[in-house]
Structures are given as C-alpha cells and as structure tokens.
C-alpha cells in the first residue's frame, strides 16, 4: 500500500509539473531558434555542438506564420532562401500544436516547453527537439550593433 502511495505521489508530481503553454505563450517562439539535441523515442541522446543552419519563426496572433531554415553568417547577418513551411498553432486537450504544411507534406509537433529561451517539441514519432533561443553571431569585433 506505501509503493502504491509513493508511484501515486510522484506520478501527480510529474504532471503538475509539467509546462502548460497558453495561447499568450505563443509569441515567444517568434525569433531565431538553434537545436542544441534530439532525444530519440529509444532513450538515446544526439547532441549538437554547432549548427550551421537554425529555425526562423514568425507566428502572427492569428496563430498563423512560417519557419525558415536560415544560416548565421560571421558579420550577423543571416543567409536564407525562398523555401519555408506554413506553420498554424493549434490548441487541443490543453495541449499546444505546432502544424506544419508544405506543398508537399503536412505534419505536427507538440510544444512541450516554451520559454523565451527554450522551445521544447515532440513529433509523432515521440522524438522530443531541443532548441535554445539564438541571435546573431558578430565576429567582426568592430563594436558596430547587428541589426
């Protein structure tokens, strides 16, 4: 009855602590985002110490917007081309959705964790993404702002 008890307390502790992310949330992920791992359905681990491309965001507050692979150039510019992803967010069982849709393909992701810092995604195959807030990277050392 007492390991009963304990799996209990600490199954309630697990999910009460769960991030729940609210629609005002959703602004948040608007920016540049670097995946730092990827966390496998199997348990294993992929890290990733350097990119060369990251994820653009731009969500608008109807809940609609598009992601971009971009790639961080030495001076903190970024090179991009025209290709993106429609991305719609949707709310569902308490639970935040990120819908991606392109010419040729449609999938989803669920938003695990959001922060201004982290963004935390799980795809239908369980795998959960990692990423870190990102800016621009100025090597130049020349004191000039990156716009």
Not at 83 to 103: G, H, I, M, Q
Not at 111 to 134: F, P, Q
Request: charged content about 35%; hydrophobic content about 35%; overall charge negative.
């Amino acid at each position: 009855m007492k390991n009963t008890f304990k799996i209990l307390l600490l199954s309630l502790f697990f999910v009460g602590c769960q991030q729940k992310v609210e629609p005002a949330d959703i602004a948040l992920i608007n920016g540049y985002w670097e995946i730092e791992k990827v966390v496998f359905d199997s348990g294993k681990d992929k890290d990733y110490k350097m990119n060369e491309s990251y994820d653009y965001f731009e969500i608008g507050k109807d809940n609609r917007g598009f992601r971009k692979k971009v790639m961080p150039q030495l001076d903190g510019s970024f090179l991009t081309n025209d290709a993106y992803e429609n991305v719609t967010v949707r709310f569902e069982d308490e639970k935040a959705f990120l819908d991606y849709s392109t010419r040729y393909a449609k999938w989803s992701e669920e938003v695990i964790a959001l922060s201004d810092k982290e963004l935390m995604v799980k795809n239908t195959e369980k795998n959960e993404y990692h990423y870190k807030k990102a800016g621009p990277i100025n090597l130049t050392g020349d004191g000039e702002k990156i716009k």
